[in-house]
Each structure stands twice: as C-alpha cells, then as structure tokens.
C-alpha cells in the first residue's frame, strides 16, 4: 500500500498549483472555487486560502453535489441510489471563472456531470479544472488545467485521497484491487 | 463555510430506502426518515436555482393517479417528478374509464401494461395502495388512502418543523381537529413518536378514534391543555365529507370550544409554529389571524412539500435492494 503524496508533499503541490492561477489568471479577479463533494470541498477550501496569501484577495468558495447528474444513475434496474447532498454555491456564476476542484481525475465522467450542473446555475465565463491527481484511463474527452501529481495507475488499482478534514490525516494511497 | 466542513463529514446512519413503495410511515424505521428529510434538504436547493431541474430521474415514467380531489398533492408530486426531469402523467377520475365502473386493480393493470415506474395513489379507500403494491410491479407512492396514512405529508410536516426547531426530539406536538376521519394524524402521530416527540391529540370525544393511544401519544379533549407549552401546534380540517353521523353540534360551536385563536395561543411557548395541512376552512378549525399570524407556517409547508416528494421519488427509484434485477 504505497503512499503516493504525503502530507507536505500535498500541501507543496496545491501552494504550486494557487501560484499557477494567479499566474494564469492575471491575479483572482472574476474567480470563483467551486470543490465537486466529498473531497475537493476542502481542497477548494484550502486554494481559496492560499490564494488569500497570496493576493490578499478573498476568492468565493462553494461546494457541488453531483449525485443528481450522474450518468450510472439509472443505468441498473434496481439498486440503493447514491446518498444526495446539499450544493451550496451563495454567489452567481454568471460571466466569472470557476476553478472546479476534484481530488481525483480518473474517467472523467464525474467532470462531466460537474459541468452539466454548473451550467445549470447560469453562465460562467470559463470553466477550468483543477485536480490533486491525474490517475489517467479517460472515457471522456476532457483534461485537467491544473494537475497536483500525475499518477500511471493500472485499472485494478485504486487511489485513495485522505483529507485531515474528512479522515483525520493527510495522504494519497495507491492501492491494490477495486475501482475508485 | 465552516459548517459546509462538518456537514461533509458525517455519514448518516442509512444510505438507502431498501423498499419497493411507501405506503406508510408504519414501514420505516427513524433512520430512513431522517435519510428522506436530509435528501429533501439537497432536494430544497434545486428549487433555488435558475434552472430548477435535475436529469436524475430521465426517462422514468410516473402516473399520478388520483381518485379524489387534490390540488395541494397533485400540484406537489407533479412539480417534484418535473423536476427530477421523470415523464409524468396525469388521471383524474372524472376523465377516467372508472366512471365507465372498472375497478382499481383493473385500472392499475391496464396503467401498468404501459410499463410505468412509478404510480402515485390518492384513494378514498384505505388500503387501496396496498393492493396496489401486491399486483403492480412499479412502485407505489401512497398520496393519501382514506382514512390510513398520508406519509409524504406527515415527511414534509417533520421537514417544516426540523428546519425551524432543529431537531425533532423533545417536542411537545399538539395536534388539533377531526383526529378520526385524518390520514394525516395517522401518518403524523407515527413519524413525530418515531422520532421522539411528545404527541398530544385532541378534539371532541367523538372524533378521537379508540385506537390512537396505542402509538403512545395522550389524548385529551381541553383545548387549552394540549396547547399548553406546545412546541407545534398543527391543526386538522373538519372532515364534513366523511362524516356520516353528527359529531358535535354546529360548525360554530366547534369553533368556540376548539377553534385555535390568538388568545389560545398564548398558551404556548412563545416561538410556537402553527401548521395545517391544509385544506383550511377559516372559523373553524383556525381563526383567520392565526392562519395568516406570524406564527404560522402553513406556506411554509406547501413549499416543503416538494422538495420532500423529490426525495421520496428519488430515493425510491432505486427499487428494494432484494428484488431480482429484471
């Protein structure tokens, strides 16, 4: 059970990617965080911070659930649903940029029902996505603009983001057997 | 901010509604409400969006069939299925071949033979879900049968008072009116004792049913003692349709003796929500001041009313988790 990123090297890698936006961006104006849920709610968290540090501009932060575009909802006859909850996003999206946040890129099709949801909230400027890891295998055409670790896996390993928020501790396993 | 972190963190207790149907609150354990209630929350942001629709629900099909009078719960269960982007479908009885004298099995089979996932039932007949739910194989929403259960109501009661008292545990509920014809009590009285609160039914002694106190709520027939401390108070129409015998002398007398004013009111604790289920009748149940008072939270109810269908018809189109996939 390999640690792939420990906690400073997590920490080092989303201070790179907050100096990469700014660069890119031209500073924070017209920006907006917005983590897919579980854990890029607090990745996003974390950016805004550093993003503060650095500009000494705050950067409005929400958080989106998903679950309600996800595109294996109704694919089985039967099943329990995926467990639905809150988006919280208090700021219009119209004509900004948003910085969408994931933890894990793998086949893109969680970025795809982000984007399908975030458009549903009005009309952003632009849309750039920012991820702690690339695991590859895309299924869909889409790429990451900011990328914390790219990471070769094999299909039958999955990756494992544990957030001091969430888990207790900061790191990202590389483990043996079941999809992530 | 902060509270979106600790809200991520927690995991509830159940993640899914392993049934086939709702057909009562009778079949749900305290975990699965509280799973509807929480969905209902996620649910509650979509109708704040400019866009107030999600795919989840694309290309389910969901009959409403509805065999008495509704405006409330038709309205509600059509804008929640539009909502979650489900097909929907509309029968009212009096456009139905029931007034031609099929009867509900055979309608239902006939619906059913178009092959959709879903049948929202309203019926005069209690029970008339259940029968449904032993010959169809899409899942039934009960919407109200007779004088049994209105679960989605009793749902969006336990959502309007846990969004403004937190919790439910510990209340003092006093539910007020005609508790014998009332679906909605049956429903009510099961979910707020489930959940911990303090039920206290009252009405004339001829309108509480013999069987009410078996759910561990007290009865009582001093209007003035059930609102005492109440936390809620929730009134219940008078049923004249459904009332063959007579109950109590006049419409205004009931009103004297139990209709809710300000000054009855008072006897409750001082940040009191007043809830109906609706339909209302004015000088009856109610006094017009307390129905539009700063107390009263009866819009309040309606606007959760879909939200918390949202979550029911989400959380059921996974089907029970034992059944053959077919």
């Not at chain 1, 795809?112 to 702690?132: E, F, N, S, T």
């Not at chain 2, 309608?107 to 029970?127: C, F, K, Q, Y």
């Not at chain 2, 009590?185 to 489930?194: D, E, F, V």
């Amino acid at each position: 059970m390999p640690v792939v990123m420990d906690a400073d090297r997590i920490s080092r890698s989303l201070a790179r990617i907050a100096h990469e936006i700014v660069e890119r961006n031209k500073g924070v104006n017209e920006l907006a965080l917005v983590g897919v849920r579980t854990r890029g709610v607090p990745i996003a968290k974390r950016l805004a911070r550093s993003l503060r540090e650095i500009t000494g501009h705050d950067v409005p932060t929400g958080a989106l659930d998903i679950t309600l575009y996800r595109d294996d909802l109704m694919r089985h006859a039967v099943g329990p649903q995926p467990l639905v909850r809150r988006t919280e996003i208090q700021f219009s999206i119209d004509d900004r940029k948003i910085l969408l946040v994931d933890d894990v890129l793998y086949t893109g099709r969680t970025t795809r029902a982000a984007l399908d949801a975030l458009i549903d909230y009005g009309r952003p400027k632009g849309i750039q996505l920012i991820v702690l890891v690339d695991r590859g295998h895309r299924e869909l055409p889409i790429k990451a603009d900011y990328v914390g670790k790219n990471l070769p896996t094999s299909p039958d390993e999955s990756v494992q983001v544990r957030l001091l928020e969430i888990d207790g501790q900061d790191e990202v396993v590389l483990e043996q057997g079941g999809a992530s | 901010m902060t509270t979106a972190s600790s809200e991520i963190d927690q995991k509830p207790a159940v993640t899914a509604l392993r049934h086939k149907d709702l057909l009562g609150i009778t079949d749900l354990t305290p975990e699965e409400i509280a799973l509807v209630l929480d969905t209902a929350e996620a649910m509650k942001e979509v109708g704040t969006r400019p866009i107030k629709k999600v795919p989840a629900l694309r290309g389910k099909t969901v009959v409403n069939l509805f065999f008495e009078p509704s405006t409330r719960t038709r309205t509600s269960f059509e804008i929640a299925e539009k909502r979650l982007s489900a097909d929907t479908l509309n029968i009212a009885i009096g456009t139905s071949s029931v007034v031609k004298g099929e009867t509900l099995a055979d309608t239902a089979l006939n619906l059913e033979a178009m092959s959709p996932d879903m049948i929202v039932l309203r019926h005069s007949s209690s029970g008339a879900c259940h029968l449904l739910s032993r010959i169809c194989r899409s899942a039934i929403i009960n919407a109200g049968d007779g004088m049994h259960e209105h679960p989605t109501q009793a749902l969006l009661d336990a959502f309007t008072i846990r969004e403004r008292k937190k919790q439910l545990a510990g209340l003092k509920v006093a539910i007020i009116g005609d508790l014998l014809h009332s679906r909605v009590l049956r429903s009510n009285i099961q979910l707020l004792t489930k959940m911990g609160a303090k039920v206290c039914v009252c009405g004339p002694p001829t309108l509480i049913p013999t069987d009410v106190l078996r759910f561990g709520v007290s009865a009582t027939s001093v209007v003035e003692d059930a609102v005492a401390e109440a936390d809620v108070v929730m009134l219940l129409r008078i049923q004249l349709e459904r009332m063959e015998g007579a109950y109590f002398p006049s419409l205004r007398e009931y009103f004297r003796v139990f209709g809710m004013t300000e000054e009855r009111l008072r006897l409750a604790k001082s940040d009191v929500m007043i809830m109906h289920p609706g339909p209302m009748n004015r000088g009856v149940e109610i006094a017009s001041e307390v129905a539009d008072g700063p107390y009263s939270v009866i819009l309040d109810q309606v606007a959760n009313g879909v939200a918390v269908r949202m979550a029911v018809l989400y959380l059921l189109a996974g089907g029970a988790e034992h059944e053959d996939a077919a």
